[in-house]
């Protein structure tokens, strides 16, 4: 069984930091697309990174030069550094699992998904 927890949010103010934590169990960051989402009120949810087993990454453009991604591969666990966070940042953010995307030269991650397991979300809020 697969199960995705989020941890780590909160309120803030704009400008400061905030650091997400997804703990994972039932499937591995080592053979699987890691990424984080948020969903503004009233907004679709949207893609805000995403990473693969060899570390490699990709960002909205909303969010380059402010947040990253990582994972800890012993510890199965997903993380999202948030600084500079504007009020626009604000949402509920999920931690989502995917499959690796196979072509002739390897696998890559897409920041658009598919994404077959998430968490529940949680709230981040950033005041101006």
């Known amino acids: 069984q697969v199960r995705l927890a989020e941890s780590g949010g909160g309120s803030v103010q704009a400008g400061g930091s905030v650091r997400l934590t997804c703990s994972i169990s039932?499937?591995?960051?080592?053979?699987?697309?890691m990424g984080w989402f948020r969903q503004a009120p009233g907004k679709e949810r949207e893609g805000v990174a995403i990473?693969?087993?060899?570390?490699?990454?990709a960002y909205a453009d909303s969010v380059k030069g402010r947040f990253t991604i990582s994972q800890d591969n012993a510890k199965n666990m997903l993380y999202l550094q948030m600084n500079s966070l504007k009020p626009e940042d604000t949402g509920t953010y999920y931690c989502?699992?995917?499959?690796?995307?196979?072509?002739?030269?390897?696998?890559?991650?897409?920041?658009?998904?598919?994404?077959?397991?998430w968490g529940k979300g949680i709230l981040v809020t950033i005041s101006s």
């Open positions: 989502a699992a995917g499959p690796l995307i196979y072509y002739s030269g390897g696998y890559f991650c897409s920041p658009s998904g598919p994404m077959n397991y």
């Open positions: 039932g499937v591995s960051v080592n053979s699987a697309c």
């Open positions: 990473i693969d087993p060899d570390g490699s990454t």
